[in-house]
C-alpha cells in the first residue's frame, strides 16, 4: 500500500447538514468518497421548519464561484432576485438608491435558503455516494479513537459512528469544536454583539406583487439600530430588526403593543403599513442572537472544522454563506494539491483560511456601523462617489473594498489589508471638501500609486 492511498481515508462523516456541510459532501463525493451527513433538524424538503431565524441569503461572486464549480449555477438562478444597490428609507419615507457596485453585473442576489440547500442535498444523493441521516443528534466525540455518539431521535437510540474523517459544519454550536476544547486542543473565542435581531414579513400584495423595489435591499438607517428587508421569489419581502438589547430603544424596552406601534409609527412608518402582523410577528419569533466565533485551530488529528462551526461572524456583509462556501473551494484545492493525502492538504486548508476569515468577521463588524449609521452621512456618499471614480481611472490598483469582497475573489485578508489604505487615501482627498467637483483627482492618482501596490 503506497503512503498515498494510507492517507486517503475511505469514509468521511460530515456533522451539519446545512449549506456548508451539504457543498462539501457534493465534492467529496465527485473525488469518489463515502460521505455521511448527520444533522439534528428534520429535512427540509420534506417538513417544514418553523422561521424567525433565517436571516436571508445573500449570494455574491465567492459563492457564485463555488456553485459554478459543481455545474450547479444553471439550477441556483430560478432561486435568485438581483439586487442592484441598498434603497435607503429615512424617517419620511424618502427613497435614495446606493448602487452596490458601477458595473452592470457588480449585483448581490437574495436567494432562498431552504431552496439552495434542498438543491445541495439532491445534488450530494444524487452522487449515489452521500448518505443524509436527519434527526440525529451529536452527543460526544471520541477524537483519538474517530467514533462519535449520535442519538438516532426518531428511534430514540443511541449509536456509534466510525469515520476515517470528520468535518465538522454543525454552525456556531458546534459539538465538534466544542469536543477539540475539551482537549484543550483550540482555543475559540465567541464574542456577542449587545445587539440583537428578530424577523418580520411584508406580504405580497393583493394581485401577488412586491410592495418594494424588488431589485434592491432595502434599509432603515437609524443610528444605534435599523431594519434591512431582501425580497424572495414568492413577492414578498424578509424583514429583520436589528436593535441593542438594552436601552431606550432596544428588544428590553418594547414590551408591550402601545410601545411596539409607537417606535413603528415614529421611526418605520413607511414599512409600518405594508407588515399586516407586526405584533404578531414581533411577540412570536424568537429573538436572535449576533456573535463571532474565532477559533486558533481548526483541526485536531483526524477532524476538522469548516463554516460556521469555525469561524461564525455577524450577517452585516452577506459573506456568512459564501464565505463557507469558500471553505468548500479552498478544501477541494488543497486536497488537489496533495492528490488526497489529508495528512498535508487539511493543514493547508486551515492555513489557507484562517487570515481570510478573521479579516472578514472584522469588516462584516464594521459593515454594520455603517449600515445603520454611516449610510445617512454626505462625506460617507462622496466618498462613495470618489471610489468609483478611482476605480474608473486606476482599475488596476483601486477596487472599493466593499467590491473587493462582494464582486472579486480577492482573498479577504487582502481586500481589508488594502482597503485600510483606502479609507486614509478617501479621509486625506475629502478633508476639505463636501463636493466631488473640487476633488484633486491628479493628487488622488499619485496618493493611489504611491500607497497601494498594484492589484
Given at each position: 500500500?503506497?503512503?498515498?492511498?494510507q492517507?486517503?481515508?475511505?469514509?468521511?462523516?460530515?456533522?451539519?447538514?446545512?449549506?456548508?456541510?451539504?457543498?462539501?459532501?457534493?465534492?467529496?463525493?465527485r473525488?469518489?468518497?463515502?460521505?455521511?451527513v448527520?444533522?439534528?433538524?428534520?429535512?427540509?424538503?420534506?417538513?417544514?421548519?418553523?422561521?424567525?431565524?433565517?436571516?436571508?441569503?445573500?449570494?455574491?461572486?465567492r459563492?457564485?464561484?463555488?456553485?459554478?464549480r459543481?455545474?450547479?449555477?444553471?439550477e441556483?438562478?430560478?432561486l435568485?432576485?438581483p439586487?442592484q444597490?441598498?434603497?435607503?428609507h429615512?424617517?419620511d419615507?424618502e427613497?435614495?438608491?446606493?448602487?452596490?457596485?458601477?458595473k452592470?453585473?457588480?449585483?448581490?442576489?437574495?436567494?432562498?435558503?431552504?431552496?439552495?440547500?434542498?438543491l445541495?442535498?439532491?445534488?450530494?444523493?444524487?452522487?449515489?455516494q452521500v448518505?443524509?441521516?436527519?434527526?440525529?443528534?451529536?452527543?460526544?466525540i471520541?477524537?483519538?479513537q474517530?467514533?462519535?455518539?449520535?442519538h438516532?431521535?426518531?428511534?430514540?437510540?443511541?449509536i456509534?459512528?466510525?469515520?476515517?474523517?470528520?468535518i465538522?459544519?454543525?454552525?456556531?454550536?458546534?459539538q465538534?469544536?466544542?469536543?477539540?476544547?475539551?482537549?484543550?486542543?483550540?482555543?475559540?473565542?465567541a464574542?456577542?454583539?449587545?445587539?440583537s435581531?428578530?424577523?418580520?414579513n411584508?406580504?405580497?400584495?393583493?394581485?401577488?406583487?412586491?410592495?418594494?423595489?424588488k431589485?434592491?435591499l432595502?434599509?432603515?438607517?437609524?443610528?444605534?439600530?435599523?431594519?434591512?428587508?431582501?425580497?424572495n421569489?414568492?413577492?414578498?419581502?424578509?424583514?429583520t430588526?436589528?436593535?441593542?438589547?438594552?436601552?431606550?430603544?432596544?428588544?428590553?424596552?418594547?414590551?408591550?403593543?402601545?410601545?411596539?406601534?409607537?417606535?413603528?409609527?415614529?421611526?418605520?412608518?413607511d414599512?409600518?403599513?405594508?407588515?399586516?402582523?407586526?405584533?404578531?410577528?414581533?411577540?412570536n419569533?424568537?429573538?436572535?442572537?449576533l456573535?463571532t466565533?474565532?477559533c486558533?485551530?481548526?483541526?485536531?488529528?483526524?477532524?476538522?472544522?469548516?463554516?460556521?462551526?469555525?469561524?461564525?461572524?455577524?450577517?452585516?456583509?452577506?459573506?456568512g454563506?459564501?464565505?463557507?462556501?469558500?471553505?468548500c473551494?479552498?478544501?477541494?484545492k488543497?486536497l488537489?494539491?496533495?492528490?488526497?493525502?489529508w495528512?498535508?492538504?487539511?493543514?493547508l486548508?486551515?492555513?489557507?483560511?484562517?487570515?481570510?476569515?478573521?479579516?472578514?468577521?472584522?469588516?462584516?463588524?464594521?459593515?454594520?456601523?455603517?449600515?445603520?449609521?454611516?449610510?445617512?452621512?454626505?462625506?460617507?456618499?462622496?466618498?462613495?462617489?470618489?471610489?468609483?471614480?478611482l476605480?474608473?481611472?486606476?482599475?488596476e490598483?483601486?477596487?472599493?473594498?466593499?467590491?473587493?469582497?462582494m464582486?472579486?475573489?480577492?482573498?479577504?485578508a487582502d481586500?481589508?489589508?488594502?482597503?485600510k489604505?483606502?479609507?486614509k487615501?478617501?479621509?486625506?482627498?475629502?478633508?476639505?471638501?463636501?463636493?466631488?467637483?473640487n476633488v484633486?483627482?491628479?493628487?488622488?492618482?499619485r496618493?493611489?500609486?504611491?500607497?497601494?501596490?498594484r492589484?
Amino acid at each position: 500500500m503506497n503512503n498515498q492511498t494510507q492517507n486517503r481515508p475511505q469514509h468521511i462523516v460530515i456533522m451539519g447538514a446545512g449549506l456548508v456541510g451539504s457543498m462539501h459532501a457534493i465534492f467529496l463525493a465527485r473525488r469518489g468518497y463515502r460521505v455521511s451527513v448527520y444533522e439534528q433538524l428534520p429535512d427540509i424538503r420534506k417538513e417544514s421548519i418553523s422561521a424567525g431565524r433565517s436571516i436571508n441569503l445573500a449570494l455574491a461572486n465567492r459563492g457564485i464561484d463555488a456553485l459554478n464549480r459543481l455545474g450547479l449555477m444553471d439550477e441556483v438562478k430560478p432561486l435568485l432576485i438581483p439586487m442592484q444597490g441598498r434603497m435607503l428609507h429615512d424617517e419620511d419615507g424618502e427613497l435614495k438608491l446606493q448602487s452596490y457596485g458601477q458595473k452592470p453585473e457588480e449585483v448581490i442576489y437574495s436567494v432562498s435558503r431552504a431552496g439552495l440547500v434542498s438543491l445541495l442535498r439532491d445534488t450530494a444523493e444524487v452522487t449515489g455516494q452521500v448518505e443524509f441521516f436527519f434527526k440525529h443528534e451529536c452527543l460526544a466525540i471520541d477524537l483519538d479513537q474517530n467514533t462519535c455518539e449520535v442519538h438516532n431521535k426518531p428511534n430514540d437510540q443511541k449509536i456509534t459512528i466510525e469515520y476515517d474523517y470528520l468535518i465538522g459544519a454543525d454552525g456556531g454550536g458546534s459539538q465538534v469544536r466544542e469536543s477539540m476544547k475539551a482537549l484543550n486542543e483550540t482555543e475559540f473565542s465567541a464574542e456577542l454583539l449587545d445587539h440583537s435581531y428578530k424577523e418580520l414579513n411584508i406580504p405580497a400584495g393583493p394581485n401577488g406583487e412586491f410592495q418594494m423595489d424588488k431589485e434592491a435591499l432595502h434599509i432603515w438607517p437609524r443610528g444605534d439600530y435599523m431594519m434591512i428587508g431582501l425580497p424572495n421569489p414568492d413577492a414578498s419581502f424578509t424583514l429583520t430588526l436589528f436593535m441593542p438589547n438594552e436601552g431606550p430603544i432596544s428588544f428590553a424596552s418594547i414590551t408591550d403593543v402601545e410601545t411596539l406601534h409607537s417606535i413603528f409609527d415614529q421611526y418605520f412608518a413607511d414599512a409600518k403599513g405594508l407588515i399586516p402582523d407586526l405584533e404578531h410577528d414581533y411577540f412570536n419569533n424568537p429573538t436572535g442572537y449576533l456573535g463571532t466565533i474565532r477559533c486558533h485551530d481548526w483541526q485536531y488529528k483526524n477532524a476538522v472544522l469548516t463554516g460556521d462551526a469555525a469561524h461564525a461572524i455577524v450577517p452585516f456583509h452577506g459573506q456568512g454563506m459564501n464565505a463557507g462556501f469558500e471553505d468548500c473551494v479552498a478544501m477541494e484545492k488543497a486536497l488537489d494539491t496533495f492528490d488526497d493525502n489529508w495528512e498535508l492538504a487539511i493543514p493547508l486548508f486551515v492555513e489557507s483560511r484562517m487570515a481570510n476569515s478573521n479579516a472578514i468577521a472584522d469588516m462584516a463588524l464594521e459593515n454594520y456601523i455603517e449600515m445603520r449609521s454611516t449610510v445617512n452621512d454626505p462625506k460617507f456618499h462622496l466618498k462613495k462617489a470618489i471610489a468609483f471614480q478611482l476605480e474608473q481611472r486606476l482599475p488596476e490598483y483601486f477596487i472599493p473594498r466593499y467590491s473587493m469582497v462582494m464582486f472579486h475573489l480577492i482573498p479577504y485578508a487582502d481586500a481589508f489589508a488594502r482597503g485600510k489604505i483606502q479609507y486614509k487615501i478617501l479621509n486625506e482627498l475629502t478633508d476639505d471638501v463636501d463636493d466631488i467637483e473640487n476633488v484633486d483627482f491628479i493628487r488622488a492618482e499619485r496618493l493611489v500609486k504611491q500607497k497601494l501596490p498594484r492589484l
